[in-house]
């Protein structure tokens, strides 16, 4: 079993940066390929993909929307993995969720993951 626990969300003003971190704990990245990804889910819309990295840190994906903006990390020491956003834009308003896949990729498909933390909420004003 994995568990992840989000942290690191806030109200920030448009145009600021803020980071958002993930926790892992029980099958920790040494014992799994585990690729982490992050997702985003804004009132009365659905949850969209936001970044990925695969196991090692070489490969990662990001959404049209956050690319260049958004930095996803990870670091397998410290069994966690970081997303840092930054020229942020009230449409990055949203809960944003961890989510753990047993992959040597970098899915960017939700349903591939099996692992899901609680959600840390980001609001951007105006």
């Known amino acids: 079993q994995v568990h992840l626990v989000e942290s690191g969300g806030g109200l920030v003003q448009a145009g600021g940066s803020l980071s958002v971190s993930c926790a892992v704990s029980?099958?920790?990245?040494?014992?799994?390929?585990?690729?982490m990804g992050w997702f985003r889910q804004a009132p009365g819309k659905e949850r969209e993909f936001v970044a990925s990295i695969n196991w090692n840190g070489a490969d990662t994906n990001y959404a049209d929307s956050v690319k260049g903006r958004f930095t996803v990390t990870r670091d397998n020491a410290k069994n966690t993995a970081d997303l840092e956003l930054n020229y942020l834009k009230s449409d990055d308003t949203a809960v944003y969720y961890c989510?753990?896949?047993?992959?040597?990729?970098?899915?960017?498909?939700?349903?591939?993951?099996?692992?899901w933390g609680q959600g840390t909420q980001v609001a951007v004003s105006s």
């Open positions: 989510a753990a896949a047993p992959s040597v990729t970098a899915p960017t498909d939700a349903r591939t993951y099996e692992y």
């Open positions: 029980g099958r920790t990245f040494s014992s799994l390929a585990l690729a």
